[in-house]
């Protein structure tokens, strides 16, 4: 008949919601209320497509929509999916040109409106068709609307979507990762950490309290630092930095200058190994200036502003970071990241690293000064001891590598190329798997300085001809 339309298409038109962009935005809305209120994290993905609105609007639905659209639309609108696209016996009258009829809030027997319908005893006491005129039924209607709006809140403000477990669940998940991920293979546990900070953005998507939305962002900012160094260990800054940026927002969100420091540390490790030292030293510097927490994290930075430095061959701006690290750790007093462990903890070992690699760093012709040349020794030899007695939440193959190719680099530098065989022996027998980005680039400086020190003995070019073996798989290459 002409003129029929569905509730659907009135209720829409009277909301003004006809552009598809409009109405998509307020189904995903919708979508992600009922996930939260429902506690069922999968219904916030539920989308609707430009052809789906198009048949609804027009009314030329002829099967039931999916289970959970019904659910939705239900949600968006307070009818049954039935109703809403129900053609109706009579035209439902929608005023034009912003004229809108006044509606009823429908109250359940709790109490709580659900839903608006026509007020058709209004409509009968007045021969105006809209009464848009009268301030009254205006602000009566306004009212209603008000409190629709604040029982809804109230039915719904300390509903929370995050389970009695879940954020044990999940904190007790980021401290394992934590421990892991300088000990394991890359491929063994990316599944895991790609997956931890999809389970913790969909509850953020849906409705909890506040602190335990703190919680979360501080969850999401360590999976999105893992992601990170992840996407760095693999060869790819540009994704390092965008999942950096991620966990910064993450960080910030939670309030928690301790992991913002610790992410902004990561963007100057990602800048060192890219070859932007000075970017590097920015990140390391900014963070500092910022942090007032008394974490290892500060060790960290002054360690990271050490190499930065040396990388732009200022030796005594670098000897001077190095001493601060050291100062600093004198005073130092663990906080909550700390004891995450692993990655999340700068230790003694991994300290000594960053002041061996550090010396290592400063071009040849500062860094072959005898008393540089003990300390870049001395720094690597007790970087590798401790690595030998460190605890298990303490060992990383990788930086446990890299202090031995700064010693081996010490060694051709003081022309004992036998003594940097010896150093380099064990990282060469590390697995495909462990063949991360820092790996290969701290071999390949030590390939570099071979070549800068003229070394052309047998045993230098076996050292050469099997660092370019290999380095041609790295731990990328593995099929993820």
């Given at each position: 008949?002409?003129?029929?339309?569905?509730?659907?298409?009135?209720?829409?038109?009277?909301?003004?919601?006809?552009?598809?962009?409009?109405?998509?935005?307020?189904?995903?809305?919708?979508?992600?209320?009922?996930?939260?209120?429902?506690?069922?994290?999968?219904?916030?993905?539920?989308?609707?497509?430009?052809?789906?609105?198009?048949?609804?609007?027009?009314?030329?639905?002829?099967?039931?929509?999916?289970?959970?659209?019904?659910?939705?639309?239900?949600?968006?609108?307070?009818?049954?999916?039935?109703?809403?696209?129900?053609?109706?016996?009579?035209?439902?009258?929608?005023?034009?040109?912003?004229?809108?009829?006044?509606?009823?809030?429908?109250?359940?027997?709790?109490?709580?409106?659900?839903?608006?319908?026509?007020?058709?005893?209004?409509?009968?006491?007045?021969?105006?068709?809209?009464?848009?005129?009268?301030?009254?039924?205006?602000?009566?209607?306004?009212?209603?609307?008000?409190?629709?709006?604040?029982?809804?809140?109230?039915?719904?403000?300390?509903?929370?979507?995050?389970?009695?477990?879940?954020?044990?669940?999940?904190?007790?998940?980021?401290?394992?990762?934590?421990?892991?991920?300088?000990?394991?293979?890359?491929?063994?546990?990316?599944?895991?950490?790609?997956?931890?900070?999809?389970?913790?953005?969909?509850?953020?998507?849906?409705?909890?309290?506040?602190?335990?939305?703190?919680?979360?962002?501080?969850?999401?900012?360590?999976?999105?630092?893992?992601?990170?160094?992840?996407?760095?260990?693999?060869?790819?800054?540009?994704?390092?930095?965008?999942?950096?940026?991620?966990?910064?927002?993450?960080?910030?969100?939670?309030?928690?200058?301790?992991?913002?420091?610790?992410?902004?540390?990561?963007?100057?490790?990602?800048?060192?190994?890219?070859?932007?030292?000075?970017?590097?030293?920015?990140?390391a510097q900014s963070a500092a200036s910022e942090s007032t927490d008394a974490g290892s994290v500060r060790?960290?930075?002054?360690?990271?502003?050490?190499?930065?430095?040396?990388?732009?061959?200022?030796?005594?701006?670098?000897?001077?970071?190095?001493?601060?690290?050291?100062?600093?750790?004198?005073?130092?007093?663990?906080?909550?990241?700390?004891?995450?462990?692993?990655?999340?903890?700068?230790?003694?070992?991994?300290?000594?690293?960053?002041?061996?690699?550090?010396?290592?760093?400063?071009?040849?012709?500062?860094?072959?000064?005898?008393?540089?040349?003990?300390?870049?020794?001395?720094?690597?030899?007790?970087?590798?001891?401790?690595?030998?007695?460190?605890?298990?939440?303490?060992?990383?193959?990788?930086?446990?590598?890299?202090?031995?190719?700064?010693?081996?680099?010490?060694?051709?530098?003081?022309?004992?190329?036998?003594?940097?065989?010896?150093?380099?022996?064990?990282?060469?027998?590390?697995?495909?798997?462990?063949?991360?980005?820092?790996?290969?680039?701290?071999?390949?400086?030590?390939?570099?300085?071979?070549?800068?020190?003229?070394?052309?003995?047998?045993?230098?070019?076996?050292?050469?001809?099997?660092?370019?073996?290999?380095?041609?798989?790295?731990?990328?290459?593995?099929?993820?």
């Amino acid at each position: 008949m002409p003129g029929e339309q569905t509730l659907l298409r009135a209720l829409v038109r009277e909301r003004h919601w006809q552009r598809f962009e409009t109405f998509e935005t307020q189904f995903m809305r919708a979508a992600a209320e009922l996930a939260a209120a429902e506690r069922e994290p999968a219904l916030a993905r539920i989308t609707v497509s430009r052809r789906q609105f198009e048949r609804w609007y027009s009314g030329k639905v002829k099967t039931v929509p999916h289970p959970d659209a019904c659910r939705v639309l239900e949600h968006m609108f307070g009818y049954k999916v039935d109703r809403l696209l129900e053609l109706q016996s009579r035209p439902i009258q929608v005023a034009e040109r912003g004229e809108v009829e006044p509606w009823r809030a429908a109250v359940n027997d709790a109490g709580v409106s659900t839903a608006w319908t026509l007020t058709e005893d209004v409509k009968a006491a007045s021969p105006s068709p809209t009464f848009y005129g009268s301030s009254l039924l205006d602000s009566e209607r306004m009212l209603a609307m008000a409190t629709h709006r604040a029982l809804r809140f109230s039915a719904t403000a300390d509903a929370s979507n995050v389970g009695a477990h879940s954020l044990d669940m999940l904190r007790s998940e980021a401290q394992r990762l934590a421990v892991a991920y300088p000990q394991r293979p890359l491929f063994e546990i990316i599944n895991d950490i790609v997956s931890l900070q999809d389970i913790t953005f969909t509850l953020l998507e849906g409705r909890q309290r506040p602190n335990e939305a703190k919680d979360l962002y501080l969850l999401g900012g360590l999976f999105s630092g893992m992601l990170a160094k992840a996407a760095h260990d693999m060869r790819d800054p540009y994704t390092a930095m965008t999942h950096a940026r991620t966990a910064l927002l993450c960080a910030r969100n939670a309030e928690n200058s301790a992991l913002a420091a610790w992410i902004r540390g990561l963007q100057s490790l990602i800048a060192y190994w890219s070859g932007r030292p000075r970017e590097a030293l920015d990140y390391a510097q900014s963070a500092a200036s910022e942090s007032t927490d008394a974490g290892s994290v500060r060790v960290w930075l002054a360690g990271l502003e050490a190499r930065a430095w040396a990388a732009l061959g200022k030796e005594q701006e670098s000897l001077r970071a190095i001493e601060r690290a050291e100062e600093i750790r004198e005073h130092l007093r663990r906080d909550a990241l700390d004891e995450l462990g692993g990655m999340c903890y700068f230790s003694v070992p991994r300290q000594l690293y960053y002041a061996a690699d550090a010396c290592a760093t400063l071009p040849d012709a500062v860094a072959k000064a005898p008393t540089l040349g003990e300390r870049a020794r001395a720094y690597a030899s007790d970087a590798i001891s401790a690595y030998e007695r460190a605890s298990a939440s303490d060992k990383s193959f990788g930086d446990d590598a890299g202090a031995r190719t700064d010693l081996a680099i010490a060694h051709i530098r003081a022309n004992e190329i036998d003594g940097a065989q010896d150093a380099i022996d064990a990282v060469l027998a590390l697995p495909t798997g462990h063949r991360i980005n820092g790996v290969v680039r701290s071999l390949l400086n030590v390939h570099r300085v071979i070549t800068a020190n003229r070394a052309d003995t047998p045993i230098a070019r076996d050292m050469q001809e099997s660092i370019e073996d290999y380095c041609r798989t790295p731990a990328a290459a593995l099929p993820q």
